[in-house]
T-cell receptor, first 113, second 113 residues
């Protein structure tokens, strides 16, 4: 079983739609949670951190449910520029101080005009 | 303020050969992590270097080795290349082993033929 699992999609949605991505993680000791965005053939870039209380950044809302080991990302009013792969990322508790990132396989989003 | 710089950007090697990839971290960062991203997958953690030592290692064979120099730059070496090593190799720099987040370079795309 993968440590971080995501629906690979692809999700094809019209402009203005609301779309939600889900992610589950297996390591209950995971400490930090993120959503990264990766454009085609580019490097991943941090979209937002995810906190237990839920957090919002403009059109983007992230939620974390530690009991269910579940993370979500909601995008409202989708723009063409939101087309990308969205990577769910956790940082598990490690024996040392190194904080490696564990990535899901990503969910591909295409916003259609 | 220069971000993370990786070289070369693209590389083609033959099975059995050896390759060295290079990374210069973002100014002010002291930690370098390496990730392998196969096509259609999320990045997978290879190892992290801090204070010129390998601090944590992912599930990669000993053919993968690295080094960090006093100026914090780093090299990733892969020996005895095989077709499955074809991937995008990403370098991520951070401060204090990732305590304050990561910045990714644009990667080196390695093709093994």
């Amino acid at each position: 079983r993968k440590e971080v699992e995501q629906d690979p999609g692809p999700f094809n949605v019209p402009e203005g739609a609301t779309v939600a991505f889900n992610c589950t993680y297996s390591n209950s000791a995971s400490q930090s949670f993120f959503w990264y965005r990766q454009d085609c053939r580019k490097e991943p870039k941090l979209l937002m951190s995810v906190y237990s209380s839920g957090n919002e950044d403009g059109r983007f809302t992230a939620q974390l449910n530690r009991a269910s080991q579940y993370i979500s990302l909601l995008i409202r009013d989708s723009k063409l520029s939101d087309s990308a792969t969205y990577l769910c990322v956790v940082s598990p508790l490690s024996s040392g101080s190194a904080r490696q990132l564990t990535f899901g396989s990503g969910t591909q989003l295409t916003v259609l005009p | 303020d220069a971000g993370v710089t990786q070289s070369p950007t693209h590389l083609i090697k033959t099975r059995g050969q050896q390759v060295t990839l290079r990374c210069s971290p973002k100014s002010g960062h002291d930690t370098v992590s390496w990730y392998q991203q196969a096509l259609g997958q999320g990045p997978q953690f290879i190892f992290q270097y801090y204070e010129e030592e390998e601090r944590q290692r992912g599930n990669f064979p000993d053919r993968f080795s690295g080094h960090q120099f006093p100026n914090y730059s780093s090299e990733l070496n892969v020996n005895a290349l095989w077709l499955g090593d074809s991937a995008l190799y990403l370098c991520a720099s951070s401060l204090d082993q990732g305590a304050y987040g990561y910045t990714f370079g644009s990667g080196t795309r390695l093709t093994v033929v």
